[in-house]
């Protein structure tokens, strides 16, 4: 069982979670801990959005180029040394505590939004 309060259904729908396509991945060296800079496509009512993601251990930046991510896009805006982060790119923790990206299974239009 969680050990987070419960949220009410509501919560959940102002959490905007949807599906981008990563266009471009650059190393971001002036991160604290190893980052890649992502940029995701969101199609078109949202567009292209910048990420920083501590994922260098399980992925290649050139791996990275079309592979579909989810990430909430409705948080304020964070900035991360000299990047500023529009959106939050989603993922789990394995067993070491390294990121693993939450991604589809099947190709989803870009833009989708998770329900």
Known sequence: MSTEP????????????RI???????NFPEARKPAYKLFIDFGPDIGIKKSSAQ????????????????AVVNFPPRQ???LMSEVLTLGFPDENGEVVL???THKIPDGGRLF
């Open 6 to 17: 419960q949220i009410t259904f509501d919560d959940f729908l102002k959490i905007d979670i």
């Open 20 to 26: 981008g396509t990563i266009t471009d991945v650059q």
């Open 55 to 70: 994922i260098t251990v399980h992925y290649t930046k050139e791996g990275l180029i079309g592979r579909q991510v989810a």
């Open 80 to 82: 991360i040394g000299p």
């Open 102 to 104: 939450f991604h589809p």
